[in-house]
Structures are given as C-alpha cells and as structure tokens.
Nanobody
Framework: QVQLVESGGGLVQPGGSLRLSCAASGFLFSIYPLYWYRQAPGKQREFVASITSGGSANYADSVKGRFTISRDNAKNTVYLQMNNLQPEDTAVYYC????????WGQGTQVTVSP
C-alpha cells in the first residue's frame, strides 16, 4: 500500500533552516508529481510546493525564494529545504501524492520561535 513518512521537523529560531524528508513506498515513485502542504493551528491546510516527475517545481508565493523542493527517485524520497524560516511558517507539514486517490503522510511539526 502507499505510504508517505515525513521527518525532519523541529524547533528553529527565526532565520534558521530545516530540511524535511518524505520517504515514499508502495507506488512507482518516479512517475508521480509530489507535493508539500502545511497546516497552521486554526487554519486550513495550504499548498507549499510541488515537483513534477521531471523535476519542475512550483511554490506558494509565501515561500518562493526561501523553500526548495527536490526529489531523489533512487531513494523514493522528496525533500523540502526551508531557509530563512519565520514564525508564520510554523505548521504541521505534510507530504502528498495522488495515486488514484490522495495519500497523505502523518505530518511533521515545524515550529519557528525565538
């Protein structure tokens, strides 16, 4: 079955960096686009970044220039490098793939605080 497992979250000060990872299994990873979303307390889940099977990336305006999505098809893993983190980036970050239906990981908490 399809599984997505995020890791790499944590507590970081404003201006700091984190790299999130999402390890995937149960589907032909290399041919599917992959997505990162986030959900802050009291807010709806929102799109953060996506990457096509060919490696083309797209970003939400709020993270453009600070976040970078990448994928390693040999490791079945998608990454989200987050630089210059700000308190408004605090959220649970989720990996997503649409393989017939939408699959989500369990999420990883990112907290940006002094």
């Amino acid at each position: 079955q399809v599984q997505l497992v995020e890791s790499g979250g944590g507590l970081v000060q404003p201006g700091g960096s984190l790299r999130l990872s999402c390890a995937a299994s149960g589907f032909l990873f290399s041919i599917y686009p992959l997505y990162w979303y986030r959900q802050a307390p009291g807010k709806q889940r929102e799109f953060v970044a996506s990457i096509t099977s060919g490696g083309s990336a797209n970003y939400a305006d709020s993270v453009k220039g600070r976040f970078t999505i990448s994928r390693d098809n040999a490791k079945n893993t998608v990454y989200l490098q987050m630089n210059n983190l700000q308190p408004e980036d605090t959220a649970v970050y989720y990996c997503n793939a649409y393989v017939g239906i939408a699959y989500w990981g369990q999420g990883t908490q990112v907290t940006v605080s002094p």
